[in-house]
């Protein structure tokens, strides 16, 4: 039978795992304070009342998101992104135009330690001294169904793929180098913002294994933006 999440959208359920496709501007989990209780988590266990967390998305991103069915399933995935056997992808629209991208279109890295800036929760910031090693890979995005032309010198696609999963890494590593991502309310500058109406960042590509068979499964979830 069909199960409904109220503005979320399905993309695969099972006895073991779900798969979501998170709007931008919802929480992930629960928040403090009466007004923050309506999440992704909390619509989904109304459905699926043995759903647990995996992982977490920020309010401010859209995209995949993997909740398990029982704590078997749950410790399984866990393990998995623990272990980095599993393969994310995000789209982005950061501010500028990125020109340090290799001939080829590969993929650049950026490999700077993080910390969360406990002065200034929830911003983390690089730290070189007690910062957690922290990896991600970029790329220009060559989608051809996107209209590259729109972009101008305000603003450049990119694919990111994040090898570790520090606390806001791709804004951080982002703003790092210089192009934090278009609409980022707390890495980007005013005019930054301005750029979008929204965090220009979207969760859309998954690949993971099952927690019971082992399959490798792919998902995916079309940028937005």
Not at 39 to 49: E, G, I, K, N, T
Request: aromatic content about 4%; charged content about 20%.
């Amino acid at each position: 039978m069909s199960m409904v999440v109220p503005g979320v959208p399905v993309l695969y359920a099972d006895e073991a795992m779900l798969v979501l496709d998170k709007p931008a501007g919802l929480l992930a989990v629960p928040g403090r304070g009466p007004d923050k209780q309506d999440c992704l988590s909390a619509r989904v266990q109304a459905v699926w009342s043995d759903a647990l967390v995996v992982h977490r998305l920020d309010m401010a991103t859209s995209g995949i998101v993997v909740m398990a069915r029982g704590i078997e399933a749950q410790r399984q995935l866990s393990g998995a992104f623990e272990r980095r056997m599993t393969h994310k992808r995000y789209r982005a629209v950061v501010a500028g135009r990125l020109a340090n991208a290799l001939p080829d279109n590969g993929w650049n890295t950026i490999d700077l330690p993080l910390m969360v800036d406990w002065l200034n929760r929830p911003r983390s910031i690089v730290q070189h001294e007690h910062g957690k090693p922290s990896l991600t890979r970029w790329r220009l995005d060559m989608d051809p169904g996107f209209d590259l032309s729109v972009d101008s010198d305000l603003s450049t696609r990119v694919e990111l793929e994040p090898v570790t999963g520090r606390s806001h890494q791709l804004r951080v590593h982002l703003q790092a180098i210089g192009h934090p991502i278009a609409g980022d309310p707390l890495y980007a500058d005013s005019a930054q913002q301005a750029l979008a109406s929204r965090l220009m960042l979207h969760a859309c590509t998954l690949e993971i294994p099952h927690p019971v068979s082992g399959e490798r499964l792919r998902f995916d979830s079309p940028c937005p933006f």
